[in-house]
């Protein structure tokens, strides 16, 4: 998310950037997130740091009170893109989802990021990383999202040497909060 706020700033966008963890300390790339953007909301599960909930939560307190955004981009967990795409539906906001988490290879050939678009059938490696939020087969998406679950272990495993409980990709989804669409 930080390359795209830094660029969309570049180029005079107003960017406000709310990111999320369970807790302060996880979260990550905050003074370089908070350089590039105009607001900057931090969102913790356990209020140790800024809003206490939820990304889409706060997302939706800003809508509510009248934020006069244009377009919203999430970038994080399924769950949390979901839950970010229902909260601005009503609002009837543009809102891009970064699909990036089920790429595989990233050329295409091994079909492992295919998703349903708008009933359409998309790779998410070149045909995005980002989509249309409110057309994304969200269902489709979290299974795709799981299906190298047990792989990504493994190779975390074998690259520590030390046992993982959680899929390698978790390791980068501070930006957007584990478990922020709940």
């Given at each position: 998310?930080?390359?795209?706020?830094?660029?969309?700033r570049r180029r005079g966008?107003?960017?406000?950037?709310?990111?999320?963890?369970?807790?302060?300390?996880?979260?990550?790339?905050?003074?370089?997130?908070?350089?590039?953007?105009?607001?900057?909301?931090?969102?913790?599960?356990?209020?140790?740091?800024?809003?206490?909930?939820?990304?889409?939560?706060?997302?939706?307190?800003?809508?509510?009170?009248?934020?006069?955004?244009?377009?919203?981009?999430?970038?994080?967990?399924?769950?949390?893109?979901?839950?970010?795409?229902?909260?601005?539906?009503?609002?009837?906001?543009?809102?891009?989802?970064?699909?990036?988490?089920?790429?595989?290879?990233?050329?295409?050939?091994?079909?492992?990021?295919?998703?349903?678009?708008?009933?359409?059938?998309?790779?998410?490696?070149?045909?995005?990383?980002?989509?249309?939020?409110?057309?994304?087969?969200y269902a489709e998406a979290?299974?795709?999202?799981?299906?190298?679950?047990?792989?990504?272990?493994?190779?975390?495993?074998?690259?520590?040497?030390?046992?993982?409980?959680?899929?390698?990709?978790?390791?980068?989804?501070?930006?957007?909060?584990?478990?922020?669409?709940?």
């Open positions: 998310v930080y390359p795209l706020a830094r660029e969309l966008v107003r960017v406000t950037s709310i990111v999320g963890a369970r807790t302060a300390e996880l979260l990550i790339v905050q003074e370089l997130l908070a350089g590039v953007s105009d607001a900057y909301e931090p969102c913790t599960d356990d209020g140790s740091l800024g809003f206490h909930g939820f990304t889409a939560a706060r997302l939706e307190e800003l809508l509510a009170g009248g934020a006069a955004f244009t377009c919203c981009f999430a970038v994080g967990p399924m769950p949390m893109m979901r839950a970010v795409a229902e909260t601005t539906r009503p609002y009837g906001l543009p809102t891009f989802v970064s699909l990036d988490p089920i790429m595989l290879d990233g050329t295409g050939m091994c079909g492992a990021c295919r998703i349903s678009v708008g009933g359409e059938t998309k790779f998410a490696c070149v045909d995005g990383p980002f989509f249309d939020a409110h057309l994304v087969d979290v299974v795709r999202s799981k299906m190298y679950v047990d792989e990504e272990r493994a190779a975390v495993a074998g690259a520590t040497g030390v046992g993982s409980t959680e899929p390698a990709r978790s390791a980068a989804v501070g930006l957007a909060g584990r478990g922020a669409g709940r």
